[in-house]
Protein backbone atom coordinates (compact mmCIF):
# COMPACT_ATOMS: atom_id res chain seq x y z
CA UNK A 1 0.00 0.00 0.00
CA UNK A 2 2.58 3.08 0.91
CA UNK A 3 4.71 1.61 -2.22
CA UNK A 4 1.19 2.32 -3.94
CA UNK A 5 0.84 5.84 -2.56
CA UNK A 6 4.35 6.42 -3.59
CA UNK A 7 3.84 5.74 -6.86
CA UNK A 8 0.88 8.11 -7.09
CA UNK A 9 2.41 10.94 -5.53
CA UNK A 10 5.76 10.71 -6.99
CA UNK A 11 3.65 10.62 -10.80
CA UNK A 12 1.87 13.66 -9.67
CA UNK A 13 5.60 15.08 -8.87
CA UNK A 14 6.54 14.42 -12.55
CA UNK A 15 3.65 15.76 -14.12
CA UNK A 16 3.34 19.05 -12.12
CA UNK A 17 6.74 19.38 -13.07
CA UNK A 18 6.26 18.70 -16.55
CA UNK A 19 7.29 22.17 -18.91
CA UNK A 20 5.01 22.51 -22.07
CA UNK A 21 6.81 22.49 -25.26
CA UNK A 22 6.85 25.46 -28.10
CA UNK A 23 7.59 25.32 -31.15
CA UNK A 24 8.53 28.59 -33.10
CA UNK A 25 7.62 27.66 -37.18
CA UNK A 26 9.31 30.07 -39.54
CA UNK A 27 7.43 33.39 -40.01
CA UNK A 28 5.15 34.43 -43.37
CA UNK A 29 7.11 37.04 -45.07
CA UNK A 30 7.69 37.84 -48.89
CA UNK A 31 11.72 37.20 -48.37
CA UNK A 32 12.34 33.44 -46.92
CA UNK A 33 15.39 35.18 -45.92
CA UNK A 34 13.68 38.16 -43.44
CA UNK A 35 10.96 34.74 -41.99
CA UNK A 36 13.94 32.86 -40.99
CA UNK A 37 15.93 35.83 -39.14
CA UNK A 38 12.73 37.06 -37.55
CA UNK A 39 12.00 33.77 -36.43
CA UNK A 40 15.58 32.95 -35.33
CA UNK A 41 15.52 36.01 -33.39
CA UNK A 42 12.37 35.37 -31.63
CA UNK A 43 13.32 31.80 -31.01
CA UNK A 44 16.66 33.02 -29.37
CA UNK A 45 14.80 34.99 -27.07
CA UNK A 46 12.16 32.71 -26.14
CA UNK A 47 15.08 30.12 -25.42
CA UNK A 48 16.10 32.10 -22.26
CA UNK A 49 13.56 31.29 -20.50
CA UNK A 50 13.51 27.98 -18.13
CA UNK A 51 10.16 28.09 -17.85
CA UNK A 52 9.24 25.75 -21.05
CA UNK A 53 11.24 23.28 -23.53
CA UNK A 54 11.70 25.10 -26.52
CA UNK A 55 12.06 22.93 -29.82
CA UNK A 56 14.78 23.80 -31.54
CA UNK A 57 14.38 24.20 -35.50
CA UNK A 58 16.49 21.05 -36.00
CA UNK A 59 14.38 19.08 -34.26
CA UNK A 60 11.31 20.83 -36.55
CA UNK A 61 12.98 20.00 -39.40
CA UNK A 62 13.67 16.37 -38.27
CA UNK A 63 10.33 15.75 -37.58
CA UNK A 64 9.05 17.07 -40.25
CA UNK A 65 11.30 14.92 -42.49
CA UNK A 66 10.15 12.05 -40.24
CA UNK A 67 6.61 12.65 -40.98
CA UNK A 68 6.88 13.24 -44.61
CA UNK A 69 5.61 17.05 -43.76
CA UNK A 70 6.55 20.08 -45.54
CA UNK A 71 5.17 23.83 -43.35
CA UNK A 72 5.65 25.82 -46.29
CA UNK A 73 2.48 26.55 -47.40
CA UNK A 74 0.56 23.88 -45.81
CA UNK A 75 0.62 25.79 -42.00
CA UNK A 76 -2.63 28.61 -42.02
CA UNK A 77 -4.87 29.38 -39.58
CA UNK A 78 -6.92 26.17 -40.06
CA UNK A 79 -3.75 23.44 -39.88
CA UNK A 80 -1.67 25.35 -37.35
CA UNK A 81 -3.33 23.12 -34.20
CA UNK A 82 -3.26 20.04 -35.63
CA UNK A 83 0.76 20.94 -36.72
CA UNK A 84 1.54 22.26 -33.49
CA UNK A 85 0.29 18.68 -31.93
CA UNK A 86 1.21 16.52 -34.40
CA UNK A 87 5.27 17.57 -33.39
CA UNK A 88 4.04 17.36 -29.75
CA UNK A 89 3.81 21.11 -29.14
CA UNK A 90 1.72 22.12 -27.00
CA UNK A 91 1.98 25.86 -27.69
CA UNK A 92 2.99 27.11 -31.45
CA UNK A 93 4.25 30.67 -32.10
CA UNK A 94 3.71 31.98 -35.51
CA UNK A 95 4.40 35.26 -37.05
CA UNK A 96 3.87 37.80 -40.29
CA UNK A 97 6.04 40.36 -41.66
CA UNK A 98 4.30 42.21 -44.13
CA UNK A 99 6.03 45.97 -45.63
CA UNK A 100 4.26 48.82 -45.87
CA UNK A 101 5.72 51.60 -47.20
CA UNK A 102 8.71 51.95 -45.86
CA UNK A 103 7.92 50.18 -42.69
CA UNK A 104 7.99 46.77 -41.83
CA UNK A 105 5.76 45.46 -39.54
CA UNK A 106 6.27 42.50 -37.40
CA UNK A 107 3.08 40.30 -35.62
CA UNK A 108 3.24 37.13 -33.62
CA UNK A 109 1.43 34.91 -32.21
CA UNK A 110 1.30 32.15 -29.43
CA UNK A 111 -1.52 29.63 -30.41
CA UNK A 112 -2.84 26.71 -27.84
CA UNK A 113 -2.61 23.65 -29.91
CA UNK A 114 -4.99 21.77 -27.70
CA UNK A 115 -8.51 24.12 -29.29
CA UNK A 116 -6.21 26.58 -31.63
CA UNK A 117 -6.88 29.75 -28.84
CA UNK A 118 -4.50 32.49 -29.68
CA UNK A 119 -3.45 33.02 -26.24
CA UNK A 120 -1.30 35.83 -26.63
CA UNK A 121 -0.28 38.32 -30.07
CA UNK A 122 2.59 40.88 -29.77
CA UNK A 123 3.48 43.41 -32.78
CA UNK A 124 6.48 45.93 -33.78
CA UNK A 125 7.34 47.74 -36.96
CA UNK A 126 10.83 49.56 -38.14
CA UNK A 127 12.27 50.90 -41.40
CA UNK A 128 14.51 47.67 -41.99
CA UNK A 129 14.20 43.96 -40.75
CA UNK A 130 17.93 45.02 -38.66
CA UNK A 131 16.16 47.44 -36.99
CA UNK A 132 13.42 44.93 -36.11
CA UNK A 133 15.85 42.21 -34.73
CA UNK A 134 17.24 44.88 -32.65
CA UNK A 135 14.72 46.91 -31.48
CA UNK A 136 11.28 44.98 -31.40
CA UNK A 137 12.07 41.20 -31.41
CA UNK A 138 13.20 40.90 -27.18
CA UNK A 139 10.00 42.65 -26.79
CA UNK A 140 7.73 40.62 -28.54
CA UNK A 141 8.91 37.31 -26.98
CA UNK A 142 8.72 38.85 -23.43
CA UNK A 143 5.30 39.58 -24.36
CA UNK A 144 4.68 36.13 -25.01
CA UNK A 145 7.18 34.54 -22.71
CA UNK A 146 5.23 36.30 -19.65
CA UNK A 147 1.85 34.76 -21.76
CA UNK A 148 3.21 31.32 -21.44
CA UNK A 149 4.30 31.49 -17.59
CA UNK A 150 0.53 32.34 -17.00
CA UNK A 151 -0.57 29.41 -18.56
Known amino acids: ?8 ILTIALLADTKPTV ?23 LSMSPNFTLL ?5 TKIMTEQEFQVSGLVNEETQSEFGQLIGARYLVTGKLKK ?23 SGYAMS ?10 R ?7 NLVQQ
Open 1 to 8: MKAMLFLV
Open 23 to 45: AVIDFDAQNPEHAIILSDQIRSH
Open 56 to 60: TRDAL
Open 100 to 122: TGIYFFLTVQLIDTNDGVVLSSA
Open 129 to 138: VQLLCANECE
Open 140 to 146: IAAVLIK
